[in-house]
């Protein structure tokens, strides 16, 4: 069995013609993939009967089905706990903002990366998520919520950089007018830094936003928080996304989770200006999401404040992130861990 939702349209064109069909179909079943998002080859009512039943034998499709939603009462964040054809679990958060639907999507069951405060990595990795896979996530939002999402942050479980291919595919028809048709300034790829990845991405000529989670601005803090430092430091990953920033014209943003007295002090702020100085960086200040196995406190607001006005004197622009959904959990990794456990 082939998943066909994860075919080009090039790709779908040559199966098409070794069924022997004409070449017209290849723009329907396309369609009705991406565009409509539909879950079953059942539902493309334009076939006839037998033709459907000719591409259940050979072709399925990778859906994200509903297992459970969650409403936020005080922003309408919605949370989405998705089953996955294998009986996996991914999470997708969908955002409303003042310019539109925003969605923060996973990029694998599970994660690799091990990073201390994060609650994607509890459950172990299991398996990268085919494009179809990603693109379904925001098709059964959009069609369970009737509203058309805009933009795309791929901050959800896993690493984007670490399922490469099923990433670049996935960017390349959510941005395809054929489909779904979200530009590419507004998808946002979100990296712990894996540094061979963002050469690769920066030659790809598909100048999505690329965003950084540093966290600390010194190798033996950020390796005590995330283990892929030691294999790519502080320095190299700045100098990979300063050559990002000037290949591809677009701003690169750092995401800097303050957790209490481990990298929210003053010497902290001043020396990730020293090193973000000079290249129209942006850092995003994240209050951390206390995750119960982690431990971790956030920072008290006037620390936040106070990190926030020493990079904005030291001229580094940043913000401090609004925390939306939180009567729902919203922040990933955390509902497909209690499945798992079978809470
Ligand atoms: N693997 C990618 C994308 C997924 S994580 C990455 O590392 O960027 C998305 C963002 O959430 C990252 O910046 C990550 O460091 C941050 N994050 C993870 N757990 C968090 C927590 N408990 N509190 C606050 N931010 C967290």
């Avoid at 991406?34 to 539902?43: M, Q, R």
């Avoid at 297992?67 to 998705?82: A, C, N, P, Q």
């Avoid at 599970?110 to 925001?138: D, H, P, V, W, Y």
């Amino acid at each position: 069995m082939t998943e066909i939702k994860s075919l080009t349209f090039d790709e779908l064109s040559d199966e098409i013609s070794k069924l022997n069909l004409p070449k017209f179909r290849t723009e329907q079943i396309y369609r009705w993939l991406h565009k409509e998002g539909v879950n079953s080859l059942d539902e493309m009512t334009n076939l006839s009967k037998d033709l459907r039943a000719k591409l259940c034998e050979n072709y399925f499709i990778a859906t994200c089905e509903i297992e459970d939603k969650y409403v936020s009462k005080i922003d309408g964040t919605v949370k989405y706990l998705f089953r996955l054809y294998d009986g996996e679990y991914v999470e997708s958060v969908v955002m409303k903002y003042k310019y539109g639907y925003t969605i923060c999507i996973s990029s694998q069951v599970g994660c690799k990366m091990g990073c201390k405060f994060c609650a994607s990595t509890l459950a172990g990795f299991k398996r990268n998520l085919l494009s179809a896979e990603m693109e379904s996530q925001i098709h059964s939002a959009q069609n369970d919520l009737g509203v058309r999402i805009s933009h795309i942050v791929m901050m959800g479980i896993g690493e984007p950089l670490d399922n490469y291919d099923n990433v670049v595919k996935f960017m390349r028809t959510v941005n395809d007018e054929k489909g779904i048709n979200i530009s590419l300034r507004d998808i946002t790829v979100s990296t712990c830094g894996v540094v061979p990845g963002i050469f690769r991405l920066m030659d790809e000529n598909i100048p999505v936003t690329l965003t950084l989670s540093l966290h600390a601005p010194f190798d033996d803090m950020r390796s005590k928080m995330m283990p892929v430092n030691d294999k790519w430091g502080v320095d190299e990953i700045i100098s990979a996304c300063k050559e990002y920033a000037q290949k591809t014209s677009r701003r690169v943003s750092f995401e800097y989770t303050l957790i209490n007295g481990v990298n929210d002090s003053e010497a902290c702020a001043k020396a990730l200006a020293e090193k973000l100085k000079g290249f129209g960086a942006h850092v995003n200040l994240i209050p951390v999401n206390d995750v119960e196995e982690r431990g971790n406190v956030r920072s008290s607001d006037s620390v936040i404040n106070n990190f926030k006005d020493t990079l904005k004197s030291l001229g580094i622009n940043a913000t401090i992130r609004r925390t939306l959904g939180k009567d729902i959990n919203a922040s990933c990794g955390q509902l497909r861990r209690k499945k798992k456990s079978g809470d």
